[in-house]
């Protein structure tokens, strides 16, 4: 059960995700504004923008998970250990099919 900040959170996140032509680009201006956002803030605009899965925002998840294998790989060195950091990334990758292309 969701109370109080959480719930808030993904109510907002739902009116946002109702409007992606609005919401999309002001997102985006966020992740590049100065001063930038937060890690976690920026993981929660990298999820809306998931789920709003405009092709033009793709190499925003590429480098997310670029990042996240990077860091833990350099967290540990045992094998295959870059794998579930990759795994979210790689969800919203396949869900724009093959050869997705920015518009």
């Not at 976690?40 to 998840?61: C, H, S, T, V, W």
């Not at 045992?78 to 869900?95: H, T």
């Amino acid at each position: 059960m969701l109370t109080g900040r959480g719930k808030d959170y993904l109510q907002a996140r739902a009116r946002l995700e109702l409007h992606p032509a609005v919401a999309a680009p002001l997102v985006t201006a966020r992740m590049a504004a100065t001063p930038a956002p937060t890690t976690a803030e920026q993981r929660r605009l990298l999820a809306l923008l998931g789920g709003i899965a405009r092709p033009e925002d793709i190499p925003l998840f590429a480098e997310a998970m670029r990042r996240d294998v990077a860091a833990a790989v350099k967290q540990s060195q045992e094998q295959g250990i870059e794998l579930p950091a990759a795994e979210p990334w790689r969800e919203v990758l396949r869900a724009q099919g093959p050869r997705p292309r920015p518009r």
